[in-house]
């Protein structure tokens, strides 16, 4: 039986700021719930592929695994993409949390 | 202090001009990324969880009051006023735009630093003893061997390309605050029979993936001989050590492999052949670097005053080592505030640290590999107030080589590559025990924490150490016991299966516990108490039977 397919995002970091982005249609956002979704394995690899178009603009694309809200927008699956998300958890004021985004 | 001679500016400054223009030419777009990435790290600089982060190297972790406000500067002006010092006596800035590090490095060069090399496989920023100057038990002092092989790895062309990065370190001292031998090369300093100055040589330790110990592969080898010998450690290391695994890569690997024994036969048949190409301007270089050196001007002695209140006295008890002179105290400043990240320093108590090292202490700081700040040399009749303004600072807790004076890596609250965090452990360790009361009582301890398998804060030479492991996209903590960094070198011992993120400082709390019940009396240490009565009671008190029957559940 085929496995469970996990919903995807694209993510990587901007080459300015180097802080983390997400790829929704055709341009990069700072919100998560704005991101665009992979649902099956072809989406996957032509999501990656999009993604992968702005080599000057976003550094270290990769597609990551994501839970869906009530809403059917993104949030992270995995701990990592959390802290990615809302910053260090010892200085929140540093992270986007504290900053209200 | 080592100044910077015309040489050593117009190699920085070059440096720094090269990569501003390699910044500019990333940005436009004229260098892909690919093309762009080795040369940043090259320059210190990373892409971390949430921004770049710029290493600069503080080399043999000694800084001055010039240098320390600078770093206070572009902790203001370019980063989030404050920085990070490390297990490898280096400071980081977690929070630089691209554009801006040709400036940083700019500012680092007009007071004689640079992040070059802290990154990459090459010879890293070179450590010492942090009390190296004013330790009583040192033969003498190990910064001017450090800084000669500062100058002699730094863009040493055959050196730039190794299987893996690779660090020495320098002591001169029986007993090792260095951590020597987890370094790929430690160099002792010491005496030969006739009283001639030499080094004892140790290779192939390192922590990471693999643990190692380092073993000697010299007694004794006379002072001018140095380089030509490291050179032909490196030699065998670059033709024979592995490159097609980077976890096989490190000269651990191939020492391991290889056999002490033989690859001693192989470093040594090299030196011979090397040792006729050098003609000795090593040595007159290591003369002048010597003259950088020279010990403050001491003052007389002087009394202190009569009456000293408890907390004041609580400090010196704990944070305030002998000194060469009895009237001199080494001060070691904790950067572990309970409930602080350890090793992070805001702009404003950098300032002050330069203040009180140029006002009272001969102008001299240096980073620990614990990482702390040292005022190495203090009068002690300035200790009272010292102790003041670091007390108005929040900079004034006594608990150097106390369970709450942690090491912990940066971990996954900013590091790429970690699987775990690693601060808030620290912290909460270090409330739990602060609120228990229990520091003092506990007494001596290492709780050495890292975010991975890198081991960035040496957790296998924790008295108890840690690993932040992730386990089916869960935090998962391993405890390792009986670590011990110094010049009886231990890798910990496995504990056990490992602990939830909520469970690890219970688990902590436990192990103490088990310590404060089974020691013989209150002067027997956790690792004293750990080496006669081993792992048994401390796994009895982490894994208790029902326990362990609902974690096999
Ligand atoms: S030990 Fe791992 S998580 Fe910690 S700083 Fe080193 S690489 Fe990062």
């Known amino acids: ?101 | 202090m080592y100044m910077y001679d015309d040489f050593d500016a117009a190699f920085v400054r070059g440096r720094v001009a090269e990569f501003r223009d390699q910044v500019a030419r990333r940005l436009d777009g004229t260098l892909s990324e690919a093309e762009f990435l080795p040369i940043r790290l090259k320059n210190g600089l990373y892409l971390q969880l949430h921004a770049y982060m710029l290493r600069i190297a503080v080399p043999y972790g000694t800084l001055d009051s010039r240098k320390m406000r600078q770093l206070a500067y572009i902790a203001d002006r370019w980063d989030k006023g404050y920085g990070h010092f490390t297990t490898r006596t280096n400071i980081q800035f977690n929070w630089p735009k691209l554009k801006d590090v040709p400036d940083i490095l700019d500012a680092l060069a007009d007071v004689d630093m640079h992040a070059i090399q802290t990154s990459g496989n090459c010879i890293r920023n070179v450590t010492a003893d942090h009390f190296a100057g004013a330790a009583a038990d040192e033969i003498e002092d190990p910064r001017p061997t450090a800084e000669l092989l500062r100058q002699w790895s730094t863009d040493h062309p055959e050196f730039a390309w190794l299987g893996r990065k690779f660090k020495i370190a320098v002591i001169a001292s029986e007993h090792d605050r260095a951590v020597l031998k987890s370094h790929d090369i430690g160099v002792r300093i010491v005496r030969g029979v006739a009283d001639e100055p030499g080094y004892e040589i140790f290779v192939g330790g390192g922590l990471g993936r693999t643990p190692m110990v380092a073993k000697q592969i010299r007694s004794f080898l006379p002072k001018a001989h140095l380089l030509p010998y490291l050179e032909s450690i490196l030699q065998v290391y670059n033709l024979q050590g592995r490159r097609d695994n980077k976890y096989k890569a490190r000269i651990k690997i191939l020492v391991h492999e290889t056999g002490i024994d033989r690859f001693r036969e192989l470093v040594e048949t090299r030196f011979q052949e090397k040792l006729p190409q050098f003609n000795g301007v090593n040595q007159k270089i290591l003369r002048r670097i010597e003259g950088s050196f020279v010990p403050p001007a001491f003052e007389a002695a002087q009394p202190m005053p009569p009456v000293l209140g408890a907390g004041l006295q609580s400090w010196i008890d704990t944070n305030v080592a002998a000194h060469r002179l009895d009237h001199y105290g080494i001060v070691t400043v904790s950067l572990k505030g309970i409930g602080e990240t350890p090793g992070d320093a805001s702009s404003d108590q950098m300032r002050l640290l330069a203040d009180l090292a140029e006002e009272y202490a001969h102008d001299e700081l240096r980073v620990s590999h614990e990482q702390n700040i040292v005022l190495p040399h203090v009068p002690r009749r300035h200790l009272p107030a010292i102790y003041d303004r670091l007390k108005a600072a929040g900079l004034a807790t006594a608990n150097i080589g106390l369970i709450s004076d942690i090491i912990a890596c940066p971990g996954m609250d900013y590091c790429a590559l970690a699987t775990a965090r690693s601060i808030p452990v620290a912290q909460q360790i270090a409330e739990r025990f602060h609120e228990l009361g229990l520091e003092h009582e506990i007494g001596p301890m290492k709780i050495k924490i890292s975010g991975c398998i890198n081991a960035c804060g040496h957790h296998h030479v924790g008295h108890i150490g840690i690993l932040g492991l992730d386990r089916a996209g869960v935090e998962n903590y391993q405890i390792t016991l009986g670590g011990d960094g110094t010049e009886t070198t231990v890798i910990g011992e496995r504990a056990g299966p490992g602990f939830s993120y909520d469970e690890i400082v219970p688990a902590i709390e436990r192990i103490v516990s088990a310590y404060l019940d089974v020691r013989t009396d209150p002067e027997e240490t956790f690792i004293e108490c750990f080496r006669r009565v081993g792992m048994t009671p401390f796994k009895e008190a982490l894994y208790p039977p029902e326990e362990a029957r609902s974690n096999a559940a």
Request: overall charge negative; proline content about 6%.
């Open chain 1, 1 to 101: 039986m085929a496995k469970k397919f996990n919903p995807k995002m694209a993510t990587g970091n901007d080459l300015l700021e180097g802080d983390v982005v997400y790829f929704s249609d055709g341009r990069w956002t700072r919100v998560i719930g704005e991101a665009e979704l992979a649902l099956s394995p072809e989406a996957e690899a032509d999501l990656l592929g999009r993604a992968s178009q702005f080599p000057n603009q976003v550094v270290g694309v990769y597609l990551t695994d994501v839970k869906l809200d009530d809403a059917g927008r993104a949030v992270p699956a995995h701990f990592r993409e959390d802290f990615r998300m809302l910053g260090p958890s010892n200085r929140p004021e540093h992270g986007r949390a504290g900053q209200g985004a």
